[in-house]
Structures are given as structure tokens and as C-alpha cells.
T-cell receptor
């Protein structure tokens, strides 16, 4: 099976612009999560989508948004970019089921998109 | 509130020696515990997990972890370190009170010296 893919791998944007990042999960995985990774803050959860519905959301401003398509592919968008948005954005997919009462599933990560805001 | 602590920012070990990367957690319910590894400029890779049962869990690349409920710890171990084990290691926990969202530790940089 192909792994999680993220595009683009690297991106340079200017303050005030907006950006869209894309993630294709492992085939059959319906859950996609997004994380921001920075040296200072570590890994921070952005949101999780399952079957086109946002199920969980982290503590990020409304400038950060996402969506999931019927084929489970996901995009995240950041509007009005700030210098502090420079980070590695990681996407992860999992085989989590809709009504699973178990949290024992692992996530599979893509290589990330390195966003630099100047 | 749920939390994960990795008390060491960096661990240095000589090649061939045993290694331990520490993790303690705080959750209100039964924990689901995970270890991931991140190599430079790469995403995270799953190493191992504890769900229930045997307290000693074996994972990829010869790593294992021991779940200790009384000490709320889940330390990562390997009997003999390799230079190629040098990477950033993350511990994470999930429980029902976090709506199954993963709570991450800050990460520990493991350096294996030849």
C-alpha cells in the first residue's frame, strides 16, 4: 500500500497570503488528522476529519481551516499568513472506525509540508 | 487534564549500550500509549503501542516499552543501541476523555555515539 502523501513538500509564502496544503491518506483510511510542528511548541493538533466531517479541533485561530473530500483526501487552508505560521505541517491517516469505542489505533504520517512565511 | 511528560530533552548513549527514553502520562481513564520516531526532515513513524494485556510491548527495530500503571510510565527501551537509532522520539497517549485525540510529549532527542 502507498503511504500518506502530502503536497507540496516545501512552500514559501509572504505574510498576508493564504495557502492550501493537500494530504492523501492510505487507501481505506477514512480518518485524517493535521498537526503543526515547530521547534518551540512541538507537535500541536489542528483538526481531525472522518468521512468528510470534522470530529476534533485543536486550539488554533479560525484562520486555520480544513476539509475532507468523499475520497478521504484532505486539504488544510491557512489564510492571512503570519510569520509564526512557519512550521512543518504533518498529515496523518488512521483506520479509525466511525463508532469505535477503542483508542488503540495508530496513525500513519506523511512526510510533511515545510511552510516558510517571510 | 490529560498530559504526557518526556523529562529529558536529549539522551546520549554509546553504541552497543542499552538505551531508555522516559515517558510519564496523566489521564483519567485507561490509557492507550504510543511511541513514534522522527528522523530528520521526515514525518513520524509508529514504533509500538500499549492497549491492554502484557505490560512489556515489543515494536519495530528492536524497541520495546514497559507499561507501569502504578508509576504511570511507559518508558521506551532497547537492549543494544545503534547509531542509526539517533532520532527524535515522541510519546503519546489517548483516552476517552480526550475524545480519542492524541496528547503528545515534547519529544526526546536520542543521540547514539559510535
Amino acid at each position: 500500500k502507498a503511504g500518506v502523501t502530502q503536497t507540496p513538500r516545501y512552500l514559501i509564502k509572504t505574510r498576508g497570503q493564504q495557502v492550501t496544503l493537500s494530504c492523501s491518506p492510505i487507501s481505506g483510511h477514512r480518518s485524517v488528522s493535521w498537526y503543526q510542528q515547530t521547534p518551540g511548541q512541538g507537535l500541536q493538533f489542528l483538526f481531525e476529519y472522518f468521512s468528510e466531517t470534522q470530529r476534533n479541533k485543536g486550539n488554533f485561530p479560525g484562520r486555520f481551516s480544513g476539509r475532507q473530500f468523499s475520497n478521504s483526501r484532505s486539504e488544510m487552508n491557512v489564510s492571512t499568513l503570519e510569520l509564526g505560521d512557519s512550521a512543518l505541517y504533518l498529515c496523518a491517516s488512521s483506520p479509525r472506525q466511525a463508532h469505535s469505542g477503542s483508542g488503540g489505533y495508530e496513525q500513519y504520517f506523511g512526510p510533511g509540508t515545510r511552510l516558510t512565511v517571510t | 487534564a490529560q498530559s504526557v511528560a518526556q523529562p529529558e530533552d536529549q539522551v546520549n548513549v554509546a553504541e552497543g549500550n542499552p538505551l531508555t527514553v522516559k515517558c510519564t502520562y496523566s489521564v483519567s481513564g485507561n490509557p492507550y500509549l504510543f511511541w513514534y520516531v522522527q528522523y530528520p526532515n521526515r514525518g513520524l513513524q509508529f514504533l509500538l503501542k500499549y492497549i491492554t494485556g502484557d505490560n512489556l510491548v515489543k515494536g519495530s527495530y528492536g524497541f520495546e516499552a514497559e507499561f507501569n500503571k502504578s508509576q504511570t510510565s511507559f518508558h521506551l527501551k532497547k537492549p543494544s543501541a545503534l547509531v542509526s537509532d539517533s532520532a527524535l522520539y515522541f510519546c503519546a497517549v489517548r483516552d476517552v476523555d480526550s475524545n480519542y485525540q492524541l496528547i503528545w510529549g515534547a519529544g526526546t532527542k536520542l543521540i547514539i555515539k559510535p
